[in-house]
């Protein structure tokens, strides 16, 4: 698309199914690689992922042909088989149904980096819940508490 010139960022939140904590410390930094590499080959840009045993927050910068959903989806299909894989849980993992999508500022991107940096920080005094729902009131966004933890 030449002559097209823009500034797209989200932050990504999504949970692993049942909000289990089953992603642990000794093989979160090869998932992470593992998600930026997908990201990459999908030619969008991740600044920062990090999060806790349970959930995962991004900072993607996307491209205006970029679909979220599709990106998304693709995310959590590869990186759940490929932990399958490797076997890093007895069991079968699997994410939750559904991700968080919040639009970010070019100026908001410091505290967004900073924030997702700090997920240990954060959720000593804060639930994942709690700091989901958190961000669907500061984004003003209309849910049904009855769905926004539905493990379908």
């Known amino acids: 698309m030449a002559n097209t010139y823009t500034q797209i960022y989200f932050h990504i939140v999504f949970a692993v199914k049942g909000r289990n904590n089953i992603?642990?410390?000794k093989w979160k930094d090869?998932?992470?690689?593992?998600i930026s590499g997908i990201i990459s080959?999908?030619?969008q840009k991740l600044f920062t992922i990090n999060g806790m045993p349970n959930h995962i927050h991004l900072l993607i910068g996307t491209k205006p042909n970029c679909n979220l959903s599709d990106l998304i989806?693709?995310?959590k299909s590869?990186?759940?088989k490929w932990i399958?894989?490797?076997?890093?849980?007895?069991?079968?993992?699997?994410w939750q149904t559904g991700f968080g999508a919040f639009s970010i500022g070019q100026s908001q991107l410091p505290k967004i980096i900073n924030y997702i940096k700090k997920q240990e920080e954060h959720h000593r005094t804060k639930t994942f819940k709690e700091e989901y729902?958190?961000?669907?009131?500061a984004?003003?966004?209309?849910?049904?508490?009855?769905?926004?933890?539905?493990?379908?």
Do not use: A, M, V, W
């Open 139 to 152: 984004y003003d966004i209309d849910y049904k508490t009855e769905y926004i933890f539905n493990d379908d």
């Open 78 to 80: 590869n990186s759940s």
């Open 73 to 75: 989806r693709d995310i």
């Open 30 to 34: 090869e998932l992470y690689k593992y």
């Open 23 to 25: 992603i642990l410390s």
């Open 41 to 43: 080959n999908k030619n």
């Open 133 to 137: 729902i958190n961000f669907l009131n």
């Open 84 to 94: 399958n894989e490797k076997q890093f849980i007895n069991g079968k993992f699997e």
